[in-house]
C-alpha cells in the first residue's frame, strides 16, 4: 500500500518503465472516480443505441489488429432498469477493449437481446473473442481486484492493472445486475451482462394490441373521470 504522497513517484517510475501500463493505471483511476464520486443515480435507459454507439467505437482498432468484428444490435428500443448511462459505458469500453487486446487472431463478437427466464424480463450483452481464454479454475476470481489471469500476468505484450474487471464488478452491481465469463482455454472467452428489462419495454402484444400497465389504465380513468365532472361529454 502506497503512502500519502507516494502515488505521483510511484505513476512516475512506471511510466518510465511502462508507459502502456501507467496509462492504464490512469484510466482505472479516473474509472474509480467515475464510480464512486460522480452522479451515479439509476433509472430506465434505452440501452441499445449506447451499446451501439460504444461497439461502432471499436471497429477501427478491430479492424487495425486484422480481426473479424459482427455486432448484432437491435436498431429499436431496449430499455432496462436502474441503469446509469456513465456506468455502462464504462463496463462496455472494459469488456470490448479486453476481447480485441486478449485475441490475436479470429473474431470479436458483439450481441445485445432479450430473454425470459423465471418469469422475468432480462436484457442480456454479451461479448465473445477467440482470445487466449481464462484458466477454469480463476473464472471467477478475475472480477476480484487487483487480479489477473495466470496465462497473461507476466505477459509483456498484455499490460495490466487487474482492476478493470474488478471496477466492472462494482458497477454491475450498482446498477443490480449480473456479470460473469464462460471461457475455455486457448480458444476464447464469452462475458455476459444481465440486467432486468424496463417495464416500458416489456408491453406484451395480444393480436397486435398492446396490454396496458396499471399505471396508464389509472392516469386513463383519471383523464375520464375528469371529462365527465367538467360536462364535456354530452
Given amino acids: 500500500r502506497l503512502e500519502k504522497g507516494d502515488h505521483l513517484e ?3 517510475e512506471l511510466l518510465k518503465g511502462s508507459p502502456a501500463l501507467a496509462r492504464k493505471v490512469l484510466y482505472d483511476i479516473e474509472d474509480y472516480i467515475q464510480l464512486f464520486e460522480n452522479g451515479t443515480e439509476l433509472a430506465d435507459v434505452n440501452i441499445a443505441p449506447v451499446v451501439k454507439a460504444v ?3 471499436f471497429a477501427p482498432l478491430v479492424e487495425q489488429k486484422g480481426l473479424a468484428y459482427k455486432m448484432d444490435i437491435p436498431n429499436d428500443e ?3 432498469k436502474d441503469i446509469n448511462e456513465g456506468l455502462l459505458r464504462i463496463v462496455l469500453n472494459n469488456l470490448i477493449s479486453n476481447a480485441i487486446k486478449f485475441t490475436e487472431k479470429g473474431e470479436i463478437s458483439v450481441n445485445l437481446s432479450t430473454q425470459f427466464a423465471n418469469g422475468k ?4 450483452f454479451e461479448v465473445s473473442d477467440t482470445g487466449v481464454g481464462v484458466p477454469e479454475s480463476e473464472q471467477s476470481d478475475i472480477f476480484n481486484s487487483m487480479t489477473r489471469a495466470t496465462n497473461v500476468r507476466d505477459d509483456p505484450r498484455l499490460p495490466g492493472t487487474g482492476e478493470g474487471l474488478s471496477i466492472v464488478k462494482k458497477a454491475v452491481k450498482h446498477m443490480k445486475g449480473n456479470v460473469w465469463v464462460e471461457s475455455e482455454l486457448g480458444k ?3 462475458f455476459t451482462l444481465e440486467f432486468p428489462q424496463a417495464q ?3 408491453a406484451r402484444m395480444d393480436g397486435g394490441v398492446v396490454l396496458m400497465s396499471k399505471e396508464d389504465e389509472a392516469r386513463i380513468d383519471a383523464i375520464i373521470d375528469e371529462v365527465w365532472s367538467n360536462d364535456v361529454i354530452q
Fill in 10 to 12: 510511484f505513476l512516475n
Fill in 55 to 57: 461497439s461502432e467505437g
Fill in 78 to 80: 431496449l430499455w432496462a
Fill in 121 to 124: 424480463n432480462k436484457v442480456i
Fill in 188 to 190: 476464447g472467452s464469452t
Fill in 200 to 202: 416500458s419495454d416489456a
